[in-house]
């Protein structure tokens, strides 16, 4: 996947990680970037156009697949972390509804254009979904499980050449961990990171220091060795419910 001359759409582009995602996409040479907001975006470049997507609502996500209409990458970036300590059930449901269920939506609305370019989904993940992080447990819990299902859409699309990448983010200095004082990257630097990794055709894309740290233990290891044991139970004949996804 060459970002050049590509068609781009970023959920929740107007600040933090997606914001400088769309920066990296124009400086990589993308043809147009569909920028996912809920507010208003001023934009100086012209292949830039604001889209507004809420990832909780269905009608926007189908007008903003009316809109876009032709599509090589959707990066699933929107996401909310609250501090909690699963002492309250609808802290772990507002996890869910955007950092879950938002992804899933997005993505199966968007799915017969990617399908039409051969493209490539994009979600953008955390190191605490392969580890909970008590102190946000709930938030934890949706990466937990948005990873997972990225590990599913990832075998269920292999064979209509659509291709599933997780991002799993270390610390980034952005709104979402302001006041955690640990050493953190620049959003800019892992806009980069996630790029270049799409571009290597990584599954498993680890942009920034602190995820680089545990990137090879990963791509060789029991999970990951799991992970291609059991996609391997995916049905290959196009009748299969895999080609209807
Ligand atoms: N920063 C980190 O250390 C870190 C680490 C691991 C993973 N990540 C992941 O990276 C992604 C970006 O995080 P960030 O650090 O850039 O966060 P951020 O600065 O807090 O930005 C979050 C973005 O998501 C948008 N958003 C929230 N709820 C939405 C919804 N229902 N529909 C559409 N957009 C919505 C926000 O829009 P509004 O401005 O309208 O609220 C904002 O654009 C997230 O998925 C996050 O979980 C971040």
């Known amino acids: 996947m060459n970002i050049e001359n590509k068609t781009i759409l970023i959920t929740g582009a107007n600040r933090g990680i997606g914001r ?9 040479g993308a043809k147009n970037v569909y920028a996912g907001t809920r507010s208003t975006l001023q934009v100086t470049d012209e292949r830039v156009t604001p889209i507004t997507l809420d990832v ?3 009608s926007q996500i189908q007008q903003a697949v009316e809109k876009i209409g032709t599509l090589d990458v959707l990066i699933n970036n929107a996401g909310i972390a609250i501090y909690d300590d699963l002492s309250n059930l609808e802290v772990i449901e507002r996890h869910l509804a955007v950092n879950f269920l938002g992804l899933l939506r997005v993505t199966h609305a968007f799915l017969p254009a990617l399908k039409r370019s051969q493209g490539a989904i994009v979600n953008n993940l955390s190191m605490v979904g392969l ?33 599933v990448h997780a991002v799993v983010l270390g ?58 044991q059991f996609s391997a139970f995916v049905p290959t004949s196009p009748a299969s419910a895999a080609s209807e996804m």
Not at 132 to 142: D, H, K, N
């Open 20 to 28: 400088a995602l769309v920066d990296e996409a124009l400086r990589r």
């Open 131 to 163: 580890a909970a992080l008590p102190i946000i447990p709930s938030y934890s819990i949706s990466k937990a499980a948005a990873f997972n299902l990225t590990q599913s859409l990832r075998a269920l699309l292999a064979g209509q050449g659509v291709s």
């Open 56 to 58: 909780t609502n269905t």
């Open 171 to 228: 610390p980034v200095d952005t709104d979402m961990n302001r006041g955690f004082e640990i050493p953190k990257a620049s959003p800019e630097s892992a806009a980069s990171g996630i790029f270049n990794g799409l571009e290597n055709g990584e599954d498993e894309i680890f942009p920034d220091p602190a995820s680089r740290s545990i990137a090879e233990d990963w791509r060789t290891g029991a999970l990951k060795a799991l992970e291609r």
